[in-house]
């Protein structure tokens, strides 16, 4: 089988592959890459698999009048800079010892050990630069009926590194058939759920980022639920109503943090060690999902107003007719009304209530009350 991809041509790549092979070495294109394009994917990033032992990588692409970054050495990775894009480009490895965490690795000359070592039989196909795709494990057969299957047996990899739990039910949820999850998989998963806690919250929180950007990740999500392995990643979830907010995005997808704030019960940051701006897209969502549309939009913005809606549509009170417009108009609003237009009749603490006092009157008015109305209201609480 061979693959027909544009990235083939690039002449970036070809120089890669042209400066280890024309020296005798195997250097081929692996995973992701040869699997987006065999189902006419898209490919975002091309990685090289090699017999060449690192330095001699190194080498060779720098002779080629390429620049060769030592980005992960210890490991084998070599990420060759070719007209203004990187490739990593990783010697073949078997692995010596592993935690569950992380593995101690050899370096092979064996496509063969490669690939066993790999996670998942539809990453460990190969091409070569020509498209020839190369598969050790079974790879084809099983990408051609989107079954997502471990490489030999899944306990095996499964402690090799238990964060593989996770990237099971995210490829699943990205490239695995509906309704056919692999037994065998789904039940080593469950067994060996416990250890996740030795995983750190970073990791567990970009698999799960991963997981519910996927189209639709509910059947995958509901999984994870089932066996307990929700529980643990992201304590409090209920999964229940994924299902309806996939529904009510009507296949433009949400995003994951839409997703994430019907998911949680509980803060996720806690869980999933989010950035400082992803943990306010939470708070804001968190609350924007309790308030009614045009309060939601009037202080967060129409896109987070939006996002509430879905939550609110998929939770079993979908808004109003005309909300759509509404969020629109309040997201355009502003209090007329600032500090300096109650001073100096009201100063210090009793100021700030004032202003919360017409805010809250503006909105309950549909923000038509003007300028005069709710000065009156902040400075006479009896007006209201």
Same mark, same amino acid.
């Given at each position: 089988m061979r693959i027909e991809a544009e990235f083939l041509q690039d002449s970036g790549l070809r120089r890669v592959l042209s400066a280890l092979n024309d020296a005798g070495h195997q250097a081929l294109i692996v995973g992701g890459a040869v699997r987006n394009a065999l189902l006419g994917e898209r490919v975002v990033d091309v990685d090289i698999a090699t017999s060449a032992l690192p330095e001699e990588t190194r080498r060779l692409t720098e002779k080629a009048g390429l620049r060769a970054v030592p980005t992960g050495i210890d490991h084998g990775t070599i990420t060759v800079v070719a007209e203004g894009h990187g490739y990593e480009v990783t010697t073949f490895r078997r692995d010596v010892e592993t935690d569950g965490r992380r593995a101690v690795v050899a370096f092979s000359d064996r496509i063969d050990e490669d690939a066993q070592r790999r996670d998942f039989t539809m990453n460990a196909l190969y091409a070569d630069a020509s498209g020839e795709v190369i598969d050790p494990v079974g790879g084809l057969p099983d990408l051609a009926a989107r079954r997502l299957r471990f490489v030999g047996a899944?306990?095996? *990899?499964?402690?090799?590194?238990?964060?593989?739990?996770?990237?099971?039910?995210?490829?699943?949820?990205?490239?695995?058939?509906?309704?056919?999850?692999? &037994?065998?998989?789904?039940?080593?998963?469950?067994?060996?759920?416990?250890? /996740?806690?030795?995983?750190? *919250?970073?990791?567990?929180?970009?698999?799960?980022?991963?997981? /519910?950007?996927?189209?639709?990740?509910?059947?995958?999500?509901?999984?994870? #639920?089932?066996?307990?392995?929700?529980? *643990?990643?992201?304590?409090?979830?209920?999964?229940?109503?994924?299902? #309806? /907010?996939?529904?009510?995005?009507?296949?433009?997808?949400?995003?994951?943090?839409?997703?994430?704030?019907? /998911?949680?019960?509980?803060? &996720? #940051?806690?869980?999933?060690?989010?950035? *400082?701006d992803e943990e306010r897209q939470q708070e804001k969502l968190t609350e924007a999902a309790r308030l009614p549309l045009p309060e939601a939009a009037y202080r967060h913005g129409a896109r987070i107003a939006r996002l509430a809606a879905l939550i609110q549509t998929a939770r079993g009170a979908p808004p109003a007719p005309g909300w759509d417009a509404q969020i629109d108009r309040a997201a355009a609003c502003r209090l007329p009304i600032a500090a300096r237009d109650l001073m100096p009749q009201i100063t210090g603490p009793a100021l700030g209530e004032a202003l919360r006092r017409a805010e809250s009157a503006y909105i309950a008015s549909g923000f038509s009350l003007n300028r005069d109305e709710l000065k009156r209201i902040a400075l006479e609480p009896s007006a209201i």
């Open positions: 899944p306990r095996a *990899r499964i402690t090799e590194d238990y964060l593989r739990i996770l990237r099971f039910y995210r490829f699943h949820a990205w490239y695995g058939a509906a309704g056919k999850a692999d &037994p065998e998989a789904l039940a080593a998963c469950a067994d060996l759920a416990a250890g /996740l806690e030795g995983i750190s *919250r970073e990791r567990i929180g970009a698999e799960m980022r991963k997981l /519910l950007a996927a189209p639709d990740p509910s059947e995958a999500v509901g999984l994870m #639920a089932a066996a307990g392995i929700l529980a *643990r990643t992201l304590p409090g979830a209920d999964a229940a109503h994924l299902p #309806a /907010l996939i529904a009510a995005e009507n296949g433009t997808p949400s995003d994951w943090s839409c997703r994430l704030t019907l /998911l949680a019960a509980d803060d &996720p #940051a806690r869980y999933l060690r989010l950035s *400082r």
